[in-house]
């Protein structure tokens, strides 16, 4: 599993309540410093673990599908070696877009835990609602998905809005 060591801004040390969530928001912080993409990161879960972490890499990686929660999914499925993350769960500094729902119930996830809301994610320049329309919004997914820790990673987004960094 990727870890690296960042020095986190005051307003993000012990931010968030939950401690998956404050995982999932250095690893985001860790992206926007390396130019990576935007203040997205989540953390996958299971039995008390996190295995997979990732963060938003569109622009570093030169792809358009490569958000934190695919990231994560890609590296929760090679550390255990399985493409069946069922009894896992993600936490994630914003509410997954279309493409990033659908990959978490494909992978079998259990739960998605969201920081920062859709609207939130469009307050920064995303444009999930768009997307949201154009696949019959988020009423189906009700239960799956649990809002967690959103000040906590609106500071992660303040901090993003204030930075330089490449639209898309």
Wanted: include cysteine; proline fraction near 4%.
């Amino acid at each position: 599993m990727r870890k690296r060591l960042i020095r986190l801004p005051q307003q993000l040390i012990g931010a968030a309540e939950n401690r998956y969530m404050q995982a999932a928001i250095e690893e985001a912080y860790g992206g926007i410093v390396a130019r990576d993409g935007g203040p997205f990161g989540a953390a996958i879960v299971r039995d008390g673990e996190i295995i997979g972490r990732g963060h938003n890499r569109v622009i570093g990686n030169n792809d358009p599908t490569c958000h934190g929660e695919v990231d994560a999914i890609r590296n929760a499925c090679a550390a255990l070696k399985t493409h069946d993350l069922s009894s896992c769960q993600i936490y994630t500094t914003g509410e997954p877009c279309p493409m990033c729902l659908f990959a978490c119930k494909w992978a079998n996830i259990e739960a998605i835990y969201y920081g920062g809301t859709i609207e939130d994610n469009a307050s920064i320049g995303f444009r999930d609602e768009e997307l949201d329309r154009m696949t019959g919004g988020r009423e189906a997914f009700s239960n799956y998905l649990i809002p967690l820790d959103r000040q906590a990673c609106l500071r992660l987004f303040d901090i993003y809005r204030q930075m330089e960094h490449e639209e898309y």
